[in-house]
Structures are given as structure tokens and as C-alpha cells.
């Protein structure tokens, strides 16, 4: 048996008597290339109790101070907890329903997930595990805020393999008083957690140990030994940041001290990958400034092969298919960003990252650019390709659209 208890209830901070609208904000890493997105979210919190003040929009890294805003973060968080803005739900998982802008309903639950057990190295076996690989020179700064702050709030979004869905049918059969019941600002969505306590909230985790279990695990994947229970999905850098703050105290603490303390966890959403509201989005590559005939041909010398995975090549306007041999997904779309970012640093080239297939088509018909179309991730291969040969590489896919990100509500003291 592995170990259980990955993931349990906590204690979680809610906001009381504030505008519910105002106050959750989506993740600091979306529209970060969207500036005037964020300054309007600045203006329309003003001088109201909002998350937007306790975190920094990555759209903004490039003008403000990180040591500045690190103790801004601080200050103001130190209002809101002597201010009497939040109230505490104790001992609790917040069952989480999300209306997307589609319509489509994501279904999840916040809770307390173990550092102790997720390890964000490619290398690697640990039951909570990245899915993408972690860039460390974006660690420094997310490390300084979180080592300061006395308060934690989610973007991370984790999730189980649980085909049956049990998990989440049990935490919403168990789920009582509504905590929250609002529409999201900027079109995203509508947004209800409902608490889940007591023996409803011992249902969920023994619901969630059986996902630990060995004859479990071999029937899902044919063996047991290294199996991922948990991969994060998104908020990876954020997650890894909480892991490095955890190592730096956990050194400081007795054994008995350990077990227990607040920095030892992370409040995340727990997701079933299966859930009709977690979509995959394939990001496609895009090289810039070269020879479209001569990045066609060096496809097809040193990228295709006779068989593989199928991906779509435009150069300078001329679609072709051509195979990439690799063992896994993860490994096919490794395998085209290491060519692409090869023949760029050879060429002279530029590689960008595209969402969306018609925007990369549209740039791979420019005369002085090609485009690779990446294969869509089915959802049934990500923990096993991230089990089999790794952590997938950076920009690998999308989870749902900018606006279907996961909004900043519930907090934790991390102190």
C-alpha cells in the first residue's frame, strides 16, 4: 500500500461581507501579455478587499520591483487577517462547481496536499508529480513572496486518474452548506463551493486513499511501483516554490513538528482528469525569420520517420504530414520543440508558442516562417506517458482556455 493521507481537509480562509466578484481574480500567470486586462481588474478593486492585492500579475514583471511587491503582498495580508475580512471554515474541503464560459460544468475540490510527498524533478517517482517540465530561474521570485507571506490562496489545479469517478461523486453527494454562489468577473464563469466536513469529508479521503491502492493502481496501468497519484496540472511553478519554502523550515523543526505544520501543505483543487470540463489544447510551435524550403527539408532529414505520431508541417504556405517516432505524446511533442529550437539557434530563427491551429497556420503561411501542428493529448495519456518517459516539456499543452483558469478565492495560513 502507498501512502495515504496525500490530501486532506484544512482549515480555509473565506472572505466575509465582501463583494465576492471583486474579490476572486484569475490566476497572476494568464493575460500576461494583456496589460490593459489587468489594469481594469486594478481599478474596478480599488480600494476593496480583493485577491488581485495579494498577488502579482506576471503581466506586470517586467515593471514593478520583486522585492517591493513581495512585502507589498505581505502587508496586505497582514491587514486582511487583523481586519477582520476572512472567516475561517475549519476543517473542511470545499467542493468546488465551476460553469465555464461554455456552459460546460468542472467539478472540484480544494483541500490540503502533502509536500512532503511531490518531487518536481524530470527524474522523479514520487506520487505527486509535475506533468511539465519546471523552468527553476521562475522559482526565485514566487520563493520570495511565499517566504514572507502569512497566507497561501490556489491556482494549482491537480488531478487524479479516477475513471469511476468516485471521488467526486462521494464529495458531492457529502457536500452541505453553500459557501460561495457568484458570477466570475471578465467572463469567467460562475463559481459555487459548497463545504464538505465531518464523516462526509472522511468518505472523500478514504475514497481518495483507494487511489493508492496496489491492486488498484496494476489493474489502471499494469503496475504499481512509481505510479503517479497526483499530477499538477496547473500552478506547477507555484507548487515547486511551496516545495522549496517547506524544505527551508522543515530543517529548522523537530520530527514532531514536522508532521503537522502549516508549510507542509499546499491548498490546491483537486480535478478528475475525466471531468467533462477539463479539455487539452494542443500548443503548436512557430519559427520565425527563415527559409521555409529549407526548414521543410530539415523536417524531413532529421524529424519524420517512416512510422509515429502524425503532425502537420507548414512552411511558407505548402501543408504536409509527416511521423515522428517516439515512444509516448510526451515524447513526440519533446521531440519537435528540441528540432525547432535547433534549427532556430542554427538558423537564426525565433520559436514561438502558438495556442490555437489557425493562428499557426496563419503564421506558417508567412513566406518567412513554418509551422508544426502538435497532435491534441487525449486525456488517458497523461499519467501514463508522465510515468513511462517523464515530464513532457514546457508549452506542451493548454488546460482549457485563459478565462476557464482557476480564480483565486480560498486562502490558508501558512504560518
Known amino acids: 500500500m502507498l501512502k495515504r493521507n496525500l490530501f486532506r481537509p484544512a482549515d480555509i480562509l473565506l472572505p466575509s461581507g465582501c463583494d465576492m466578484t471583486l474579490w476572486s481574480t484569475v490566476a497572476c500567470d ?27 500579475p506576471e503581466a506586470y514583471l517586467d515593471s514593478r520591483d ?38 460546460t460544468v468542472r467539478r472540484g475540490l480544494v483541500g490540503a496536499l ?21 523552468v527553476e530561474s521562475r522559482l526565485p521570485a514566487r520563493v520570495a513572496v511565499r517566504r514572507q507571506a502569512p497566507l497561501e490562496m490556489p491556482h494549482i489545479m491537480v488531478f487524479i486518474d479516477d475513471p469511476a469517478d468516485t471521488v467526486m461523486t462521494c464529495a458531492g453527494i457529502g457536500a452541505g452548506e453553500t459557501l460561495y454562489d457568484f458570477s466570475l ?33 496494476s489493474r489502471k496501468y499494469g503496475y504499481s511501483w512509481g ?11 507555484s507548487l515547486a516554490a511551496a516545495k522549496r519554502c517547506w524544505e527551508e523550515i522543515r530543517d529548522t523543526l523537530s520530527p514532531e513538528e514536522r508532521e503537522n505544520h502549516p508549510a507542509r501543505f499546499a491548498l490546491v483543487e483537486l480535478v478528475n482528469i475525466h471531468d467533462p470540463g477539463i479539455t487539452f489544447h494542443p500548443i503548436h510551435r512557430t519559427v ?12 524531413r532529414e532529421t524529424l519524420f520517420a517512416p512510422e509515429g505520431t502524425e503532425v502537420t508541417l507548414i512552411a511558407g504556405g505548402h501543408r504536409e504530414t509527416g511521423r515522428v517516432h517516439r515512444e509516448s505524446i510526451g515524447q513526440v ?16 530563427g525565433r520559436v514561438d508558442y502558438i495556442h490555437g491551429e489557425a493562428e499557426a497556420e496563419t503564421f506558417g503561411a508567412r513566406p518567412d516562417a513554418s509551422s508544426i501542428l502538435l497532435p491534441k493529448l487525449e486525456k488517458a495519456e497523461l499519467f ?10 514546457k508549452k506542451s499543452f493548454s488546460i482549457g482556455e485563459a478565462a476557464e483558469k482557476r480564480y483565486y478565492l480560498e486562502c490558508r495560513k501558512i504560518r
Do not use: K
Request: aromatic share 10%; charged share 25%.
Open 30 to 56: 494568464q493575460f500576461t501579455s494583456d496589460r490593459a486586462y489587468w489594469d481594469r481588474v486594478g481599478e474596478w478593486t480599488q480600494n476593496v478587499p480583493s485577491t488581485f492585492h495579494l498577488m502579482l
Open 66 to 103: 520583486p522585492a517591493e511587491e513581495s512585502e507589498r503582498i505581505r502587508r496586505t495580508m497582514e491587514e486582511y487577517l487583523s481586519g477582520g475580512v476572512f472567516t475561517t471554515v475549519e476543517n473542511s474541503y470545499v467542493f468546488v462547481e465551476r460553469t465555464l464560459p461554455s456552459g
Open 114 to 134: 502533502d509536500l512532503e510527498h511531490y518531487d518536481f524533478t524530470e527524474d522523479s517517482i514520487s506520487p505527486v508529480r509535475a506533468t511539465e517540465h519546471t
Open 185 to 217: 468577473m471578465c467572463a469567467g464563469g460562475h463559481l459555487r463551493g459548497r463545504r464538505v466536513s465531518g464523516v462526509n469529508a472522511d468518505l472523500v479521503t478514504a475514497m481518495l486513499d483507494e487511489l493508492t491502492d496496489e491492486d488498484t493502481l
Open 227 to 237: 505510479a503517479v497519484i497526483y499530477a499538477v496540472g496547473d500552478g506547477n511553478h
Open 288 to 299: 520565425f525569420d527563415i527559409d521555409p524550403a529549407q526548414f521543410s527539408a530539415a523536417a
Open 333 to 348: 511533442i519533446e521531440a519537435v520543440d528540441r528540432f525547432c529550437q535547433g534549427y532556430a539557434a542554427g538558423h537564426g
Open 384 to 393: 501514463p506517458s508522465v510515468m513511462d518517459t517523464g515530464v513532457f516539456c
